[in-house]
């Protein structure tokens, strides 16, 4: 059995083929990077036109690179939300296109438990419970799964998502797009004591996340310290405000880990790239005893790898229920988290 996996939820256009053992034959991604980086941003409406001109080329070339004919795909699946409104339904109406031609079902799939999923992808073995953290441009929540595909969502952010805040405080120095990754990179020789950064505080003991704070006090900083794009403190600057967003994400997700007594522990989305939170992270649940898991880099971004991935874990787990009411082509793209999976 093979499975097409199609994700166009923000500014990647990718298609992904999947064996029934969860092989991966193929994982083909094209980043909008270059299209978006002048803006600092992704342009909503420039990604829903990228998409369409790119959606057919990276379907048939996931295709050629996994040796299978579009005749011998027997499912489909499509990120469905949440995302940007425009590039959802260039990928939803494209799959909808090719379930319907092929008469094989199609299958909607969240983008949010597809990043989860990416770490299952490469550890068949991890052990329940499982909290995981995922941390993008779009999103940065916390979920709690008491067993395989139960996603209990536990806290969310209540204004930017961690990658998000990278990516302006980026823009706003003029260092590039994405901000993360060059952050990340001119961050590595800086001293993350040199400036101070004081994280935002619940005052409910909610498991929520808020990146907004943050990102005001270190506009503050630049302007009070007149720091710019050249400036020799700008990696001390870079460090520590990339360490503040680490330990934002970290003391969250422990605090969640003390009151559930989780058995693993994962991180995944973009974010979860940055080579200060991967080592932050393992160090810590190292020291409790917890396994942890951080998807490769690759399927931490965006991909379609891990929507094909679980496409297949629900066709396994759901497998008579899901041939009743799981297939449609009636799917609608929704644009925010659904709380419950
Ligand atoms: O998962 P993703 O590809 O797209 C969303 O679903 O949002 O994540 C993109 C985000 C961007 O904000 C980017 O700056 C961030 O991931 N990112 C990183 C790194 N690589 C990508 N942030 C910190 N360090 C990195 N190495
Ligand atoms: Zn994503």
């Known amino acids: 059995m093979h499975i097409l996996a199609i994700e166009t939820s923000c500014d990647e256009t990718a298609a992904a083929v999947l064996r029934d053992d969860a092989a991966i034959l193929s994982n083909i991604v094209l980043s909008q990077d270059e299209i978006h980086a002048p803006y600092g941003g992704v342009v909503p409406e420039l990604a829903s036109r990228q998409h369409l001109k790119s959606i057919d080329h990276i379907v048939r070339e996931s295709l050629t690179a996994a040796g299978v004919a579009l005749e011998n795909i027997d499912h489909f699946a499509v990120t469905q939300g949440p995302g940007l409104i425009g590039s959802l339904l260039v990928g939803l109406s494209f799959a909808k296109g090719l379930a319907y031609y092929h008469r094989k079902p199609l299958l909607g799939i969240d983008h949010v438990q597809a990043h989860i999923e990416a770490a299952f992808l490469e550890n068949k073995g991890i052990a329940f419970p499982v909290l995981a953290l995922i941390v993008s441009g779009g999103h940065t929540s916390l979920y709690f799964l008491k067993e395989k595909l139960s996603f209990e969502l536990l806290g969310r ?26 952050i990340q990179k001119l961050a590595e020789a800086g001293d993350p004591r040199r400036f101070e950064f004081a994280l935002p505080r619940m005052t409910d003991r909610s498991l ?18 007149r720091i710019s794009k050249d400036d020799s403190r700008l990696p001390d600057f870079l460090a520590g405000f990339e360490s503040a967003v680490v330990r934002a994400l970290l003391e969250n997700m422990f605090q ?86």
Do not use: H, W
């Open 256 to 341: 969640a880990a003390e009151r559930l007594n989780p058995t693993s522990l994962l991180i995944c989305g973009g974010v979860a790239r940055n080579k200060r939170l991967r080592a932050e992270f393992e160090r810590q649940a190292r020291s409790l005893g917890l396994n942890s898991y951080i998807p490769s880099p690759k399927l931490c971004t965006d991909n379609a790898a891990m929507v094909g991935a679980l496409a297949l874990s629900r066709i396994e787990n759901e497998g008579k229920t899901l041939k009743k009411k799981g297939f449609s082509l009636d799917l609608d793209a929704y644009p925010r988290i659904i709380a419950e999976g």
């Open 208 to 225: 929520d996340f808020s990146f907004s704070g943050l990102k005001t006090a270190a506009l503050r900083l630049i302007r009070d310290n």
């Open 157 to 182: 952010t209540r204004d930017d998502a961690a990658g998000e805040a990278l990516d302006k405080i980026a823009k706003f120095l003029d260092l590039g797009y994405p901000g993360g990754p060059v």
